[in-house]
Each structure stands twice: as C-alpha cells, then as structure tokens.
C-alpha cells in the first residue's frame, strides 16, 4: 500500500523522475514491434538480435520487447488471478486522436479491442482499452 506523507516530515527527496522504459516480453518481437511503429508512429531506437529484443520508441516512452523461447509453453496474463502487468496506459494529444485510433484499430486483424473510447468515470478523461500483438493489454487515454 502507498501512503503519502507530509514534504515537511519527509527529508528525502523524491529519487525518481518518470519512467524509463518499460520491457514487455511477447511471442514475436517483430509482429509487437510492428504495431507500434505502423499503428503508433513509433521508431526503432535498437536492437539486441542475440537476445532477442527490440527497443521502439514514441520520443517520450521507450518499450523493449523481449522475444519468449517458447510460444507453445506460454501462458496468456489473467489479469484477475496473476501478479505482473494488468496494463499499460499511453497518453495521447485528445478525443479525436483516440477516436481516429480506434477506427484505425478496427481495421487490423490482431488487434483485440476491449472497448471503444468512452469517459472515464465524471471525469473529463476519455481512454480505450485493447490487446495488441503480443498478448499485451494497452490503454489509451486522453490525460
């Protein structure tokens, strides 16, 4: 549980500053590295073919796909019942941009969208949740 204590009783500073790169392990690098870059406009920042993982990159957020030995021996998240990533959320620009990528995403086969954009809550937030390439739940949303 996180907690929030008062800056004033707290003498430490804050030691991190924004996320560096988050690494996602999917059945093919190549397919999940795809989507980003046709269906997000990102670019390819490296690559570690002897690993394997590729490194992709919106200028804000860098992801590293990590290809798994076996994609007969993997097991799909169950996002009720297992520990590790529920999901993750990108920002994007406003509502006609999120509008614009889910009629985008309707028209790609491997793209499994959760649900179209809606608000979030009362709040004046809108967001969309789909499962891309690679298994891996993603949220856009209009922070």
């Excluded at 030691?15 to 690494?23: K, M």
């Excluded at 590729?54 to 799909?76: C, P, Q």
């Amino acid at each position: 549980m996180c907690t929030t204590t008062d800056s004033a009783t707290n003498n430490n500073a804050i030691s991190t500053s924004g996320i560096h790169h988050l690494g996602l392990s999917v059945p093919d690098i190549k397919q999940t590295a795809a989507f980003f870059i046709e269906q997000l406009n990102f670019t390819i920042v490296g690559e570690k073919p002897d690993y394997p993982a590729i490194f992709v990159s919106d200028g804000t957020v860098m992801l590293t796909l990590w290809h798994i030995n076996d994609s007969n021996e993997m097991k799909s998240f169950d996002r009720k019942n297992n520990v590790g990533l529920h999901h993750f959320a990108l920002n994007v620009a406003n509502l006609e941009t999120l509008e614009a990528l889910h009629q985008q995403f309707v028209l790609v086969d491997n793209i499994d969208i959760e649900f179209a954009p809606e608000q979030l809550d009362q709040l004046p937030i809108h967001h969309m949740m789909c499962t891309i390439p690679g298994g891996v739940r993603l949220e856009l949303i209009t922070a």
